[in-house]
């Protein structure tokens, strides 16, 4: 090497050695390579169940949220076995037979969806193969959200038997929480001076705040005292875990049914009866969008679809119209039957009370003999609101704790049935009605 090209290699800058740029100011490409191997999570022929373990590691390397790593999982646990090869031998033809082979198997858009963004995830996304290109997402159906009126949302909250129960649905209502926010609410995340719960991490891993109803306010702070700020406010069944979804789901289902309530709510329908309940109330849109944690407005303008009119008056059927002018429309009346299941030897007892202004009442109690002593459940009011109108006054199941802990198993599921419940709707008001009313 000549003299002259070993003092153009080694150039000094204002006396010092030329170095790489490195770090900060290396200098870097505007497309990054995805092809490149160095960028690939996956190298070789691995076997299904390292190929599946390893994407599980990135997923949660990257901080994806738990559900999502469970279901991608899932996903491609099911399509490495409906392959049944190595997966470095998996092929954009092979991806677009699988997702046929569910959409023949009768699978909804959205679990096809969830398949398609796993694979992409891993194929395309963690180890660059794009078997996935030109594949788009599957379209969803667009349908209106299931909305309760205030009267049927009100039937639920009576018809809930204990008194968690009506705090857990009271609270999605009131204040639009999801019922994965609501059962892992603490008692650290109510602030009862500014009458806020602050909801950590919700969906999209976003924090906000919602209302603290003022009608819980003192339920809740007399529950606080009795727990510690890292207590959950709805435990579960093991000691230190939160309410399961799917028990909550249950208990909705349950006063659901209680309630005669021929709607298919579940408890994503008291998000959606306080958002259009509240927008109905002249509730500001945007402020609606931050009480729901929605990312996007078009999100929540969904709701405006499905809110009644300010003026309903203005709004007129035109068989409403036809009827008007025309002769009167008989409704017919559909009768409805429900299952009894037995509680062992029932007896209801009837305490009449003193009528006031022609109207009856009275004190129930239900005796109920499945062994050889007798368990009396008492403390249930009877009155008559007007002629030929009766409402009842049902104790909660704590109040009953003591004597429903000398019942059976199986008796203590057949009170907290739903048909139960309807019995006594039906059996109280036709006994007190058969009493005198002088």
């Not at 008194?163 to 609410?185: C, N, P, Q, T």
């Amino acid at each position: 090497m000549s003299g002259s090209a070993s003092q153009q290699r080694h150039t000094y800058n204002n006396g010092q050695p030329y170095r790489v740029a490195r770090g900060r100011d290396a200098p870097r490409s505007g497309v990054e390579d995805r092809a490149r191997r160095g960028a690939m999570v996956i190298r070789g022929r691995p076997t299904a169940e390292q190929f599946i373990q390893t994407i599980v590691d990135e997923l949660r390397l990257r901080f994806y949220r738990r559900k999502t790593v469970s279901n991608y999982k899932a996903a491609l646990q099911g399509f490495l076995r409906w392959f049944g090869r190595p997966p470095n031998q998996v092929t954009r033809d092979d991806v677009r037979h699988f997702l046929l082979f569910l959409v023949d198997a009768g699978v909804g858009s959205s679990w096809v969806s969830v398949n398609l963004s796993a694979i992409r995830t891993a194929f395309d996304k963690f180890c660059g193969r794009d078997v996935t290109w030109g594949l788009a997402t599957p379209r969803k159906p667009k349908r209106l959200p299931l909305v309760l009126s205030e009267k049927e949302v009100r039937r639920l909250l009576d018809a809930a038997p204990r008194i968690h129960d009506k705090l857990l649905l009271g609270l999605m209502y009131a204040s639009g929480l999801r019922v994965s926010e609501v059962s892992r609410l603490r008692w650290r995340d109510v602030d009862f001076d500014r009458r806020v719960i602050n909801v950590w991490q919700g969906k999209g891993q976003r924090d906000r705040q919602v209302i603290l109803p003022q009608l819980f306010r003192a339920l809740m702070t007399n529950l606080s005292t009795q727990a510690q700020p890292e207590d959950f406010l709805f435990t579960g069944q093991r000691k230190g875990r939160h309410l399961s979804p799917r028990t909550a789901q249950r208990i909705m289902e349950r006063a659901v049914r209680a309630a005669g309530i021929g709607k298919r709510a579940t408890p994503h329908s008291l998000r959606h009866s306080f958002a259009t309940h509240a927008f109905e109330q002249g509730c500001d849109i945007r402020r609606l969008q931050k009480q729901l944690g929605h990312v996007h407005l078009e999100t929540t303008t969904i709701y405006v679809k499905v809110a009644r009119p300010s003026d309903p008056d203005k709004m007129t059927s035109p068989l409403d119209r036809l009827a008007q002018s025309s002769t009167t429309l008989a409704d017919s009346s559909l009768s409805t039957a429900s299952s009894q299941r037995a509680v062992g030897t029932l007896r209801i007892k009837m305490l009449p009370k003193p009528a006031t202004a022609g109207l009856r009442r009275a004190d129930a109690s239900l005796l109920i003999n499945p062994g050889p002593r007798q368990v009396e459940l008492a403390g249930i009011c009877v009155r008559e609101a007007r002629p030929g109108w009766v409402t009842l006054d049902l104790p909660s199941l704590e109040k009953w704790e003591s004597s429903l802990s000398r019942l059976t198993v199986g008796h203590r599921e057949r009170i907290e049935d739903p048909a139960f419940f309807e019995l006594l709707q039906r059996e109280l008001p036709r006994r007190l009605l058969a009493l005198p009313s002088g």
